[in-house]
């Protein structure tokens, strides 16, 4: 966005130069002290003298140049006012705490198009306005189905750039090479709210031969890439990030098209990877999403728990772990639509991974790691 000059006049002011505060932020006042409360976000953040300044004058729906010339009569330089509202436009913009004042005329106008999706029998409405950008598309693919619509997810272009909203309120405005791990951050997010049989782990799930086996592991541990590379060899993937485990202690995948950061990408030269957009994450990391590698299967039970942990170097070690092993890392990364896993699910996951070839694997080198699952997994 380009800030006007201090000198604009109000008939040269154009309608994307004017803001309004998103529905949930909340100004605040302490005292001397001013901030802004984000009721999506739970955030409180102060705002110093400067900042209130634009705030105000932004979020009152005056044209971006009339807070310039604020700061300018109190004594800023006017190229050093224009960085400053700039500064803070962006910031507020990008976060979701203020929107076009002319986005329900953008909601409103214009070509649609509509996507149903079903994830783990949650509806989700994904409505796209005007032209989409690469990779979304790809990314809802296997997620299309009809189910009783739960939330609304709205794309819409603006300046260059798309803003998000979910239950038409604003999640921020990215760029194109952001939008897509946006929309999977926000759909994950929803999800996790809406399941009502059982709660959400992170992990990845893979069957082969009607054996169902659970990858877990922290972030870097590399289940995604190991998980393409078990698809590789013959398995397929249900999840490599989210599975749902049922009441019963059954497990299912949420068909999220794979993703894989940039360090995996020359392990895996078979999957033609280079072929793929490249996405950006909020965490600055490089991904490609690969929806043709995800395959949609319904609940089942489990046959083997794997907990990944890399190492630079060395002999691949396999390790027998206990059912409570395995229970404890499951519940570590769950998540339960009313915030609390019952003792009832837990019993009956115990259950489950009791039942279950628990094990630890530490690997360096990803085909051992692949050979080693496969013996395990197939006898």
Same mark, same amino acid.
């Given at each position: 966005?380009?800030?006007?000059?201090?000198?604009?006049?109000?008939?040269?002011?154009?309608?994307?130069?004017?803001?309004?505060?998103?529905?949930?932020?909340?100004?605040?006042?302490?005292?001397? *002290?001013?901030?802004? !409360?984000?009721?999506?976000?739970? *955030?409180?953040?102060?705002?110093?003298?400067?900042?209130?300044?634009?705030?105000?004058?932004?979020?009152?729906?005056?044209? +971006?140049?009339?807070?310039?010339?604020?700061?300018?009569?109190?004594?800023?330089?006017?190229?050093?006012?224009?960085?400053?509202?700039?500064?803070?436009?962006?910031?507020?913009?990008?976060?979701? $705490?203020?929107?076009? %004042?002319?986005?329900?005329?953008?909601?409103?106008?214009?070509?649609?198009?509509?996507?149903?999706?079903?994830?783990?029998?949650?509806?989700?409405? /994904?409505?796209?306005?005007?032209?989409?950008?690469? &990779?979304?598309?790809?990314?809802?693919?296997?997620?299309?189905? *009809?189910?009783?619509?739960? =939330?609304?997810?709205?794309?819409?272009? $603006?300046?260059?750039?798309?803003?998000?909203? /979910? #239950?038409?309120?604003?999640?921020?405005?990215?760029?194109?090479?952001? +939008?897509?791990? %946006?929309?999977?951050?926000?759909?994950?997010?929803?999800?996790?709210?809406?399941?009502?049989?059982?709660?959400?782990? =992170?992990?990845?799930?893979?069957?082969?031969?009607?054996?169902?086996?659970?990858?877990?592991?922290?972030?870097?541990?590399?289940?995604?890439?190991?998980?393409?590379?078990?698809?590789?060899?013959?398995? #397929?993937?249900?999840?490599?990030?989210?599975?749902?485990?049922?009441?019963? &202690?059954?497990?299912?995948?949420?068909? !999220?098209?794979?993703?894989?950061?940039?360090?995996?990408?020359?392990?895996?030269?078979?999957?033609? @990877?280079?072929?793929?957009?490249?996405?950006?994450?909020?965490?600055? *990391?490089?991904?490609?999403? @690969?929806?043709?590698?995800?395959?949609?299967?319904?609940?089942?039970?489990?046959?083997?728990?794997?907990?990944?942990?890399?190492?630079?170097?060395?002999?691949?070690?396999?390790?027998?772990?206990?059912?409570?092993?395995?229970?404890?890392?499951?519940?570590?990364?769950?998540?339960?639509?009313? &915030?609390?896993?019952?003792?009832?699910?837990?019993?009956? @996951?115990?259950?489950?991974?009791?039942?279950?070839?628990?094990?630890?694997?530490?690997?360096?080198?990803?085909?051992?790691?692949?050979?080693?699952?496969?013996?395990?997994? =197939?006898?």
């Amino acid at each position: 966005m380009v800030v006007p000059t201090a000198t604009a006049s109000p008939r040269e002011t154009r309608q994307t130069d004017v803001m309004k505060a998103c529905k949930g932020v909340e100004p605040l006042e302490f005292g001397n *002290q001013f901030a802004l !409360f984000h009721q999506d976000r739970q *955030q409180l953040v102060e705002l110093n003298d400067t900042a209130r300044l634009i705030w105000g004058r932004l979020a009152a729906g005056e044209p +971006i140049g009339a807070a310039v010339v604020c700061l300018i009569d109190q004594g800023a330089k006017p190229d050093q006012a224009r960085q400053f509202v700039a500064d803070a436009l962006q910031r507020w913009l990008r976060e979701g $705490w203020l929107e076009p %004042a002319v986005l329900p005329a953008l909601l409103d106008g214009g070509a649609q198009t509509i996507v149903e999706l079903s994830i783990l029998r949650v509806g989700f409405k /994904v409505v796209l306005h005007g032209a989409t950008p690469a &990779g979304v598309l790809e990314l809802l693919a296997p997620l299309q189905g *009809q189910a009783p619509e739960k =939330h609304r997810l709205d794309l819409v272009g $603006w300046d260059d750039r798309h803003l998000l909203l /979910v #239950d038409l309120r604003s999640r921020g405005l990215f760029d194109l090479d952001e +939008i897509t791990p %946006a929309i999977k951050t926000a759909l994950t997010e929803r999800l996790t709210t809406a399941v009502a049989d059982g709660f959400l782990a =992170h992990g990845a799930l893979l069957e082969s031969r009607a054996n169902r086996l659970f990858l877990a592991g922290a972030p870097g541990a590399g289940k995604s890439t190991l998980a393409m590379a078990l698809v590789e060899a013959g398995f #397929d993937c249900l999840s490599d990030d989210i599975v749902q485990v049922h009441a019963d &202690g059954q497990m299912q995948g949420a068909p !999220f098209a794979p993703a894989l950061k940039s360090g995996a990408w020359p392990l895996l030269p078979g999957l033609a @990877l280079e072929r793929l957009p490249i996405h950006r994450r909020a965490d600055g *990391q490089q991904v490609r999403y @690969l929806p043709a590698s995800i395959s949609i299967a319904g609940a089942g039970p489990l046959t083997h728990f794997v907990a990944l942990s890399r190492q630079a170097e060395g002999a691949a070690e396999l390790t027998p772990l206990t059912g409570l092993e395995a229970t404890r890392m499951v519940l570590e990364g769950g998540l339960a639509a009313s &915030g609390r896993i019952s003792a009832a699910e837990v019993g009956r @996951l115990a259950g489950t991974l009791a039942r279950a070839c628990c094990y630890g694997l530490r690997y360096s080198n990803l085909p051992a790691a692949v050979r080693i699952l496969s013996r395990i997994v =197939h006898g």
